[in-house]
């Protein structure tokens, strides 16, 4: 179930400045098949999750992650330009693909931290769609070679607090906030931490406060625009790490939208 600020079913026309790629941006670029012209939003969401493209494995995820849902909520329209932030093996990326069509765009950013590990993966999805490729970057200063609609993170928001990364989050919400189009959605999908926990367990439990994330987005220019709970778990107490056995797919999880004004 979506509750929102606005009706989601609803086009959003988003403009802005082009943003130039640095030199110095290591991306692989390809281009797309064309999407099937004429379809609603839900039947284009429905293409997207039966594309044989996608990983068994990724599959068998859908009742947990309801992925409908998380597209809804990101009012995903083919042509979009959208950034996966920290794909890894590309559940998210294999939905937004299809989805954007030949006239959009997807990123697949990896942030240097995780590089060695994860480049290989953001290429497989590079290789398999061809409107997807990688950016490796800073996330305080990543570069994309046009304006944005959408920024995605998927549970990897707080993993950035976790003080090992080194990531000056309020600099990487900010550099959010200048890639988008004017209009454009900062979309959170995270693990809920216990109320007032903040990001004080974002290294152990692998949860964070969900007021504390909308905190600091906020603080970043944004506007708070919606939300989803279709990921919401009542049962979960917020007290184990979102690995343990009995509760891993299973967390209480939050999932924020999040507009920058025009």
């Given at each position: 179930m979506l509750r929102t600020a606005a009706v989601v079913a609803c086009a959003v026309a988003l403009s802005g400045c082009i943003i130039i790629a640095s030199d110095t941006t290591e991306r692989t670029v390809v281009h797309a098949a064309p999407a099937a012209a004429g379809q609603t939003a839900e039947a284009r969401y429905a293409a997207a999750l039966s594309d044989d493209r996608r990983l068994p494995e990724e599959v068998a995820r859908d009742p947990l992650r309801k992925p409908a849902d998380m597209l809804a909520l990101m009012n995903l329209q083919p042509g979009h330009a959208v950034a996966d932030i920290r794909p890894e093996e590309g559940y998210f990326t294999r939905l937004f693909a299809p989805v954007v069509g030949a006239g959009g765009h997807v990123y697949a950013f990896v942030p240097n931290q995780t590089a060695g590990r994860e480049n290989a993966f953001a290429d497989t999805l590079a290789s398999t769609y061809s409107n997807t490729s990688r950016v490796t970057g800073q996330l305080e200063t990543m570069t994309f070679d046009q304006p944005l609609d959408v920024v995605f993170m998927g549970?990897?928001?707080?993993?950035?607090?976790?003080?090992r990364f080194g990531v000056d989050v309020a600099a990487m919400n900010r550099r959010v906030f200048e890639v988008l189009k004017p209009g454009g959605l900062y979309v959170i999908l995270d693990h809920q931490a216990a109320d007032g926990a903040g990001i004080s367990v974002s290294g152990s439990l692998h949860r964070i406060e969900a007021a504390e994330l909308r905190r600091q987005v906020e603080a970043a220019g944004f506007v708070f625009d919606g939300e989803s709970s279709a990921v919401r778990v009542p049962s979960d107490d917020h007290s184990l790490s979102v690995f343990d056995?009995?509760?891993?797919?299973r967390t209480d999880r939050f999932v924020y939208r999040f507009r920058k004004p025009r």
């Open positions: 549970e990897e928001y707080h993993d950035f607090t976790i003080p056995a009995s509760i891993r797919g």
